[in-house]
């Protein structure tokens, strides 16, 4: 294709059009300094313009080809920088072999006619090509086909810690290992946006990431000595950890910790008490004093009768009379009370009328306590008591419960820095007495911990959406159910990546459109009680329930003194 002079000076124009003009004489500088230089101060929209001579021009495109490389992907000129060579008699098969994505060479044919060759990559070769038609496309686009590609299926090395039901799982299959989960399906994603591939690797630790001499192991240390591209895991944002890694925003999710647990005493359901489980002690209390202010007041209104009385007053005083009536029928009022509570009950009942109302009062507060007392009675015996084994997380440190978590982390970091007397110190010091092992032997995976929850008297303190996930499909494991430790999960790179502008742009637009949150519940699947056994608990009758009953008592306690005052006054104006 042949141009003249006004489309070479749009795409200089285009080149030039920024706010930072740089210029070096690479005669008298050094090359690797500059390209430093051109990148820290131009990225991530580095435009390049180079005339030189054609050995010189040779040199310098193998240089920037292989700077990436050198600074150990600190670097992107790869995929960020646009070259735009003025250079006769250059080799077309040296351009070629480049791995740079956009570079455009102007060759002057004759006057003022310039011939414009771009390079095209394709799936199995790169070639030079001629710049093709800009009627509809920009002048970017039409010299610089290849950023319509994305990455151009650059190769990536990713990092992951493959030991989660959801962020990241691995699977051997025909002799070849898969990785699938949260964090893969996020990383699929991504790749196939930005067009670039990726191998997997894992530390050899297996750790996300601890401080050891100044630096860190794991995972973050494999981003902080640039061994690898990025970290596809669920790393813990911390401030540590920030002096020596970016992290990728928005974070891929937001986790608490909660412990795990499985009761390995069970209760039994025979006890010698199962018919004292369905009242409360309170209500034992009230029922026994309404039956002796009830035995009391059925002696007295038995011992005020009038008329034996009268007849009784002949020989001795009233107040004489009346008290040796009263001891005479107080162990009758007794056992008239004690046998109303009773399917028994009495041969003989109150012969006034104040009795009869009490007496009368007192049933009707029977009848709905036995009512609640025989439903929850059948429920004692159908339904084995359902108490939560540790109230808090207080009650599991005071427990014989041993207490464990991954060393892995850096959660367990965070506890070591808690002060020794706040509840975050107590937890540290009780996993390091009662659980040496999951902190000094770095054998200690996720397994072995689980393993020691089903087995032994053993809380495990982990990520609550682990918890749940294990919880899916055994019914005998319970969780402590406090919120501990909040804490953001994200991705990693390793400090001052190039990758970071374009993996957060397309991280941002995934949290935007709610795919993050689709994809988390593609993974994070919940408990389901449909196939375990119900766990019903055993409600004791309380004052509350049959609190009108004792409303009915004491209305009726009442109305009997009324009663007993009417006959007293009705006795005296016949007389």
Known sequence: MKENDCSVSTLAQSFTNSPQLLVFDLS?????????????ALFPDIHVVASMRQGHMNELMKTVDSFDAETKGLTDFRHHSKWLLLADGIKIEELQKLDLENVVLLRHLKCWIFNSLTLRRHPTKTELVPVADC??????????????????????????????????????????????????DILDTIANILNFSYSITEPQDQSYGLPVNNTYDGTVGQLNRTEVDLAACDLTIEEGRSQFIDYIYPPISTEYFDVLYKRHDKQQSNSLYLLALPLRPDVYLVLFL????????????????????????????????????????????????????????????PSNLPGKVLMTSL??????????YCANLVAALSAQKDVKLFSDLEGLLGSDYAVGMRQSGITSHILK???????????????KVNDPASFFESSSSLANHLRRVEHEKYAFLHYASELEKRMADNCQLEVLGERLL????????????????DIEKMMSQMNVIGLLDRLWEKWNVKRNLTHCPPKRKLKSVTVNQIGGGFIVVCAGTALSVIVLCLEKLAHSVTR
Request: charged fraction near 15%; hydrophobic fraction near 40%.
């Open 363 to 372: 049933w009707m507060l029977l009848v709905v306590i036995t009512t609640v």
């Open 417 to 431: 820095r808690s002060a020794p007397s706040s509840l975050y110190g107590k937890l540290w010091s009780k996993v």
């Open 28 to 40: 008298v500088v050094d090359t690797n300094r500059t390209l430093q230089t051109i990148h820290e």
């Open 486 to 501: 909040f804490i953001h999960q994200a991705f990693g790179l390793p400090k001052g990546s190039p990758l970071k502008a």
């Open 290 to 349: 309404i039956a002796g202010f009830c035995s009391l007041l059925f002696a007295l209104f038995q011992s005020m009768d009038v008329s034996v009385l009268k007849t009784s007053a002949e020989s001795e005083g009233v107040s004489q009379c009346f008290l040796r009536k009263v001891k005479q029928n107080l162990l009758h009022a007794c056992w008239v009370v004690t046998g109303s509570l009773f399917k028994q009950g009495s041969s003989k009942y």
């Open 135 to 184: 009627t509809s496309r920009t002048t970017m686009e039409c010299y610089f086909p290849n950023v319509a590609y994305g990455y151009n299926n650059r190769h990536l090395l990713v990092t992951v810690l493959a030991e989660s039901t959801i962020y990241t799982m691995k699977s051997l299959n025909n002799g070849t290992i898969h990785y699938r989960g949260y964090a893969i």
